[in-house]
């Protein structure tokens, strides 16, 4: 075994994965024990960001983060661009992004990786000013990510963002959305516009099968308006990732896209309402290598997510 860094600390949302972290705190602290750390509990969500940003001032080499990607999203508010590495154990309800860093979902295993893993740079999206390690969108999704956080069920994976969708459709009026890049200006009715930097959601939605965090591009995926009828249809292609040649489906990549909609479209990243659109255009970005994390080494050798 490597000799472990010197400074590491955990970090645990004890509200993560409806449940998940919180059965597994006594396991957290044994850990922590072992390895002779501290282990913090947030308080909320913006509590993870304050926590975080207090690891990356005392200095810490690898703060590792107990959660889903709602806990990732606030987390890396603080740890983008900086000299501290994330070590991610995914305890969520989807953990999207570490299924693109390739990391185990046995919380033992992971521990080790993010312990002991090599330390590479990923990228990362911007949605105006704020950091997204998976998607960020407006549209339908949008919705069925406020119904799924607001579901106290256990169910994990993709079955439960599907089901969100289909009662999200039930009200959902379909937006105008403009989305412009050195590919040109999209003009369109959609139901999703989505600014890719890895490439699922939902729990296993491939929504941007192509999306890679390592490539410097964000994939640009706008589902146009379709029938329920049509959407039902397309729904298997999607969970394989195989939608993208549908015929209301349009996909670009980009380094900079900017999207503009009808002021106050609820915006949604990794899970989380970041905000609402504003009468200006909304910069999406991709920002290269802005986030060191710990991967298993097989997945350091094949840089590829």
């Known amino acids: 075994m490597k000799e472990a860094?010197?400074?590491l600390r955990i970090?645990?949302?004890p509200s993560g994965g409806r449940g998940r972290v919180a059965s597994q705190l006594e396991s957290l602290r044994a850990h922590a024990r072992r390895l002779g750390v501290e282990i913090e509990l947030s308080d909320g969500a913006e509590d993870l960001t304050v926590r975080a940003r207090r690891a990356v001032d005392a200095g810490v080499e690898r703060l590792l983060v107990a959660g889903g990607d709602g806990t990732l999203h606030y987390a890396i508010q603080a740890l983008a661009q900086s000299g501290t590495a994330l070590g991610l154990l995914p305890l969520g309800r989807a953990d999207d992004f570490?299924?693109?860093?390739g990391l185990p979902k046995d919380l033992d295993e992971a521990i080790e990786v993010a312990v002991n893993g090599e330390v590479r740079s990923v990228d990362l999206g911007r949605a105006g000013d704020r950091w997204f390690a998976g998607i960020a969108s407006v549209g339908l999704d949008g919705d069925a990510c406020r119904i799924a956080n607001a579901d106290s069920g256990r169910l994990r994976g993709?079955?439960?963002?599907?089901?969100?969708?289909?009662r999200a459709w039930r009200s959902y009026v379909p937006i105008h959305a403009r989305v412009t890049g050195t590919f040109g200006s999209i003009g369109e009715e959609v139901l999703i516009a989505a600014f890719a930097n890895s490439p699922r959601y939902g729990g296993g939605l491939r929504l941007a099968s192509a999306a890679s965090i390592y490539d410097g591009l964000?994939?640009?995926?706008?589902v146009k308006r379709m029938s329920a009828l049509a959407v039902l249809a397309a729904l298997p292609s999607l969970i394989r990732g195989k939608h993208l040649k549908h015929r209301a489906v349009r996909f670009e990549r980009g380094v900079v896209v900017s999207?503009?909609?009808?002021?106050g479209t609820p915006l949604y990243a990794d899970g989380e309402l970041i905000g609402l659109t504003g009468q200006a255009s909304t910069k999406m970005e991709c920002i290269p290598g802005a986030l060191q994390?710990?991967?298993?080494?097989?997945?350091?050798?094949?840089?590829?997510?």
């Open 11 to 13: 970090l645990a949302n």
């Open 158 to 166: 993709p079955l439960v963002y599907a089901i969100a969708g289909l």
């Open 293 to 305: 994390v710990a991967i298993a080494s097989d997945a350091a050798a094949s840089g590829t997510d």
């Open 218 to 222: 964000l994939d640009v995926v706008i």
């Open 98 to 101: 570490a299924a693109a860093l």
């Open 5 to 7: 860094p010197t400074s």
């Open 259 to 263: 999207l503009d909609c009808q002021p």
